[in-house]
């Protein structure tokens, strides 16, 4: 049904997604590539199992996201659910991610890495910006970033988190060279900082094409990252 991005025959999901193949698996669900048959445009269906240990995280992830429009952020356009499964319906994205840019083509050029930098941080500010307190996304990868058409979009929210909220959970996770320090400890406070810790960290990493050392002085990064141009 679907399996390495083949047909998955005629099914219709609430009566007006034609889903087309598989385009992802996660740790907690597949994503669908759909048609939405009357307006004739695609989306992109993400399908979790209620009975998955990630079904919480995937519903907290869901309505955070609905409430949020950026153009640096994908578009949700419907949460559906059957007894077994919850559906998310958002924007699809054609585009490569950070990661796979960079392994591909090696350092970027200063203009470009600051082009995308400019365009994360106005993602970034209005996360934290955003609402009655701040929302920490708590991921900042290259992974978890795509360049469509040139437009940063910043993907994946399931560590994002409101402030309050954050610093209650006695478990954290990161992306190692990209976490702030705090990440590695439940004793630290978690705040604003700690995304901007990791847009530096991605600076580094646009600019040398070198995963950053979880073990290297802000200083340092600085030094080493400007030492090629």
Request: hydrophobic content about 35%; glycine content about 10%.
């Amino acid at each position: 049904t679907g399996e390495g991005g083949g047909s998955i025959g005629n099914t219709i999901l609430s009566g007006k997604y034609q889903l087309c193949r598989v385009i992802g698996r996660g740790r907690t669900g597949t994503v669908y590539l759909a048609l939405h048959r009357e307006l004739e445009e695609y989306r992109a269906i993400k399908v979790v199992a209620k009975s998955s240990l990630g079904y919480e995280a995937f519903r907290k992830e869901a309505l955070m996201l609905k409430e949020l429009r950026h153009p640096g952020i994908p578009v949700i356009y419907d949460i559906e659910e059957d007894e077994e499964h919850s559906y998310l319906v958002e924007e699809y994205l054609q585009g490569d991610s950070l990661n796979s840019l960079v392994s591909r083509q090696g350092p970027l050029t200063r203009c470009t890495v600051l082009r995308y930098v400019i365009q994360l941080c106005g993602v970034v500010y209005y996360l934290h910006s955003a609402g009655t307190e701040p929302i920490l996304h708590l991921d900042l990868q290259p992974k978890n970033l795509l360049v469509c058409h040139e437009n940063l979009k910043l993907i994946d929210f399931g560590q994002a988190e409101r402030l309050s909220k954050a610093n209650r959970s006695r478990q954290r996770f990161g992306t190692v060279g990209f976490a702030a320090p705090e990440l590695y400890s439940c004793e630290k406070r978690l705040d604003e900082r700690t995304d901007i810790y990791a847009i530096g960290a991605l600076l580094f990493y646009l600019a040398t094409g070198e995963y950053p050392s979880s073990d290297t002085s802000p200083a340092m990064l600085g030094l080493k990252m400007w030492s090629r141009e």
